[in-house]
């Protein structure tokens, strides 16, 4: 067993303590940061494995993310085989990445089997597939069969999610019987089960029950009639966003993931659930903000290179929108202060339709907005467009005023203001729902579209109005 | 028993299946909405608690979402006594006000019991004081002492989150002791338990075991033998935030809540922080987008007052802006060709920064952002604005040479663009931490003081430079 990687024992040692602050129940203290940071200048091996090998691996994942990239190196060659395979499932793509490039395809191999399956897909999808090749072919048999099954799958599925290993007994197995059984198999420490299922001979689905129901029945009583039947159940190809928004309004810890047959192939644990939650709004933020990545630990050009795409499609509607000030150029040299007021106009108009873009984003993210609420929600922000038109028509129309003192562009003002409120909440909700109507994820693109119909619409009436009228 | 609310039998029943999209996933089908939208419109009680009562109760809470406020009184008014009220639990807060008011606070006393005492406790710390006075002041004897003193906590605390149900033995009893008693114990099918706790005879927390390793422990193992001690736990009043963070660290599906003197008080449930999670990201929306309220069911007027005063705000930061371009109204009016190409840099300068305040935000509401690596993640951003900046300062003065064949003009736009994008990346990480710093939300100012920022440097810069050079 030479080949290991070595499980160590101090793992159930807690640091966490009863006080208030996050850094203190958090595993790793400064105080254990700077020891690691001491053992690694040293080259202090067993220091070093003395003090990581406590933490849980989330905690020795962020200690790795932190290291320089000279220091991450002596760290990994000192660490060895003591490297948890476990602390690879946490890191950050972007430092994953290095981690892998430095151990290699044959340590990574002799890790896989040592992870849940569900964690094991998730570090094989991100490599690149060569890679990924390369280190499957290298995995014992049972774990090979299970990966490239996995991965067969498509991505972001329930059966990239699921994790294989779970607890399924038959129907007319009593209560003692099972719980007899479960005491005869080899225990891992790290395995979590919630529930077990009662499957037919043919693997089919057919109830479950829940472990604190299990321990508390008696044990004479049959698995069937204890069981709750036709349990929640996803299919192995259901997107996990939908995975997601069932456990969220069922509240689950847990729900098995079934083929088309019924025959249970995995169960999904709700910790995985937490991370795509995470993921799926940092998807949205990232549309409405123009970003294409969270991470901080991506290198400086690849950020600058994602945030690049983001603005050059600002830059192409940000000239659109001049080009509607281009056509007025005559009206803005006779009358200047239409140059201060406009951006005035645009602005509010941008802020405005954010804002509904943004509600109506996260509220059909989150499923809050259907055919049934839709008319309602447009009728709505329509009124509240309106609204504060209204109001914020009257303080510009003040502003102009006692800004230039020209009543005619005041009303210009106060009218252009109106419409393009009006106008950011009728298209701050149509947008995004066209959108979702052609199967475009409303939340990348609505923000971009959206301002620039504000701007456009703003510079526009106020522009046009005072053409038409003043001049 | 008959104040009591009706449990009903059929909850049990699961329209789930196999299939693949969310909505045939989802108990609420249109066709059940539609047969219970009939069995209102022919006041069908029977009918209707037939159709409403195999639903989860947040399928149902779904179903009262929907209701316009005649449908729901006529629905409230037929299923009476039966309504669940577990439903309550599941309701957006401004429907669950409307259902509060029409049930009374007498039914909402009898209610509470029948609830889990970290739901009861949502409800009750939504109703306006004097109601929460009421009520609280008819709930039975040991629900009330339990009510107060979870309304002790300080909100959004793990005191407000946790249940105060949860299973909890001596160390000296043994793994068959302990299983016998629970099956002695009556058993609520709704009780979620995932682990039970070892505490001593001052009731202070010793240790934990899972469910799945107190089952699969040979029966005269003694608790303290299988226990995990110093397990990770929480304050009562740390905040949830705080809570939220430790969950999704370590992949935990509950954690154990104690006071100063280490005395288990209550257990927090995963299904608890899903939600948690969903409103702090909300809360980062709500600044980044300057929306106060999420809920598509707040009244239009609520819905405007809220967006009122970010508009406002957005107004003065408008005007400041423009108070910049007012300075240069000479300038604009011999060199019209300011007024059209000023707002492309403005708004590049707001877009860039936006990006970089939102990985901020996030990173620092993440904990992936703090003292270790701020300096470099400082940097990182000031060279990619420094980057993008010199790459769109070549489109820029190429874009402005082409529109306005003037080359001076072009190289001043090309130079402001440069400052605006590189202050972009630096204010774009300043602002939000030194908010940080001062115990200031980030999420919800950074990006006001960013786009002033960038709106005033970007004209300021851009017409200056050409105030000095071209007249």
Same mark, same amino acid.
């Given at each position: 067993?030479?080949?290991?990687?070595?499980?160590?024992?101090?793992?159930?040692?807690?640091?966490?303590?009863?006080?208030?602050?996050? %850094?203190?129940?958090?595993?790793?203290?400064?105080?254990?940061?700077?020891?690691?940071?001491?053992?690694?200048?040293?080259?202090?091996?067993?220091?070093?494995?003395?003090?990581?090998?406590?933490?849980?691996?989330?905690?020795?994942?962020?200690?790795? /993310?932190?290291?320089?990239? /000279?220091?991450?190196?002596?760290?990994? %060659?000192?660490?060895?085989?003591?490297?948890?395979?476990?602390?690879?499932?946490?890191?950050?793509?972007?430092?994953?990445?290095?981690?892998?490039?430095?151990?290699?395809?044959?340590?990574?191999?002799?890790?896989?089997?040592?992870?849940?399956?569900?964690?094991?897909?998730?570090?094989?999808?991100?490599?690149?597939?060569?890679?990924?090749?390369?280190?499957?072919?290298?995995?014992?048999?049972?774990?090979?069969?299970?990966?490239?099954?996995?991965?067969?799958?498509?991505?972001?599925?329930?059966?990239?999610?699921?994790?294989?290993?779970?607890?399924?007994?038959?129907?007319?197995?009593?209560?003692?019987? $099972?719980?007899?059984?479960?005491?005869?198999?080899?225990?891992?420490?790290?395995?979590?089960?919630?529930?077990?299922?009662?499957?037919?001979?043919?693997?089919?689905?057919?109830?479950? #029950?829940?472990?604190?129901?299990?321990?508390?029945?008696?044990?004479?009583?049959?698995?069937?009639?204890?069981?709750?039947? %036709?349990?929640?159940?996803?299919?192995?190809?259901?997107?996990?966003?939908?995975?997601?928004?069932?456990?969220?309004?069922?509240?689950?810890?847990?729900?098995?993931?079934?083929?088309?047959?019924?025959?249970?192939?995995?169960?999904?644990?709700?910790?995985?659930?937490?991370?795509?939650?995470?993921?799926?709004?940092?998807?949205?933020?990232?549309?409405?903000?123009?970003?294409?990545?969270?991470?901080?630990?991506?290198?400086? #050009?690849?950020?600058?290179?994602?945030?690049?795409?983001?603005?050059?499609?600002?830059?192409?509607?940000?000239?659109?929108?001049?080009?509607?000030?281009?056509?007025?150029?005559?009206?803005?040299?006779?009358?200047?202060?239409?140059?201060?007021?406009?951006?005035?106009?645009?602005?509010?108009?941008?802020?405005?339709? $954010?804002?509904?873009?943004?509600?109506?984003?996260?509220?059909?993210?989150?499923?809050?907005?259907?055919?049934?609420?839709?008319?309602?929600?447009?009728?709505?922000? $329509?009124?509240?467009?309106?609204?504060?038109?209204?109001?914020?028509?009257?303080?510009?129309?003040?502003?102009?005023?006692?800004?230039?003192?020209?009543?005619?562009?005041? !009303?210009?003002?106060?009218?252009?203001?109106?419409?393009?409120?009006?106008?950011?909440? !009728?298209?701050?909700?149509?947008?995004?729902?066209?959108?979702?109507?052609?199967?475009?994820?409303?939340?990348?693109?609505?923000?971009?579209?959206?301002?620039?119909?504000?701007?456009?619409?703003?510079?526009?009436?106020?522009?046009?109005?005072?053409?038409?009228?003043?001049?």
């Amino acid at each position: 067993m030479e080949n290991k990687f070595q499980k160590n024992d101090l793992r159930e040692v807690d640091y966490s303590s009863s006080g208030n602050d996050f %850094n203190t129940l958090y595993g790793l203290s400064s105080g254990v940061e700077e020891a690691i940071l001491l053992t690694i200048n040293k080259k202090n091996r067993q220091g070093l494995i003395k003090l990581v090998a406590p933490l849980h691996p989330a905690d020795q994942a962020d200690m790795i /993310e932190r290291l320089s990239v /000279e220091k991450l190196n002596s760290f990994l %060659n000192l660490l060895g085989k003591a490297l948890d395979p476990e602390v690879l499932v946490y890191l950050d793509h972007n430092v994953q990445e290095k981690v892998i490039d430095f151990i290699g395809t044959k340590a990574l191999a002799r890790a896989i089997p040592e992870l849940h399956s569900d964690d094991a897909i998730e570090i094989l999808e991100e490599l690149e597939e060569k890679d990924r090749n390369v280190v499957i072919k290298q995995l014992p048999k049972a774990n090979r069969i299970l990966v490239e099954e996995a991965l067969s799958f498509p991505e972001s599925s329930a059966g990239r999610l699921m994790q294989r290993e779970f607890l399924a007994f038959p129907e007319n197995w009593t209560v003692g019987q $099972t719980i007899e059984h479960m005491r005869t198999q080899p225990q891992d420490e790290e395995e979590n089960f919630y529930s077990i299922y009662i499957i037919d001979p043919g693997h089919r689905l057919l109830g479950v #029950i829940s472990l604190s129901k299990l321990l508390s029945a008696k044990t004479q009583i049959k698995l069937n009639d204890l069981m709750q039947i %036709n349990p929640r159940s996803v299919h192995v190809e259901t997107d996990q966003e939908e995975v997601a928004l069932l456990f969220q309004q069922y509240g689950l810890v847990n729900m098995p993931v079934i083929d088309l047959a019924d025959r249970l192939l995995g169960v999904i644990i709700v910790d995985d659930i937490v991370d795509v939650i995470n993921e799926e709004v940092e998807e949205d933020l990232q549309g409405l903000a123009g970003v294409s990545d969270f991470s901080i630990r991506s290198s400086f #050009i690849e950020t600058a290179k994602g945030r690049f795409s983001w603005l050059i499609l600002n830059m192409f509607t940000a000239i659109l929108a001049s080009s509607v000030i281009g056509l007025f150029q005559e009206e803005i040299e006779k009358l200047v202060a239409l140059a201060v007021l406009m951006p005035i106009v645009a602005s509010m108009g941008g802020n405005a339709g $954010t804002q509904t873009v943004t509600v109506a984003v996260r509220a059909l993210a989150t499923r809050q907005l259907d055919y049934s609420n839709l008319q309602k929600f447009v009728l709505k922000e $329509t009124w509240v467009g309106l609204i504060n038109g209204i109001i914020f028509s009257f303080l510009s129309v003040l502003l102009a005023y006692l800004w230039f003192g020209d009543k005619q562009i005041a !009303i210009i003002m106060g009218l252009a203001m109106i419409a393009n409120l009006l106008f950011a909440g !009728i298209l701050g909700t149509l947008i995004p729902l066209t959108l979702e109507k052609f199967k475009i994820d409303p939340a990348i693109s609505s923000s971009v579209f959206l301002t620039t119909a504000t701007d456009v619409i703003g510079f526009f009436t106020f522009l046009g109005l005072s053409a038409l009228v003043i001049l």
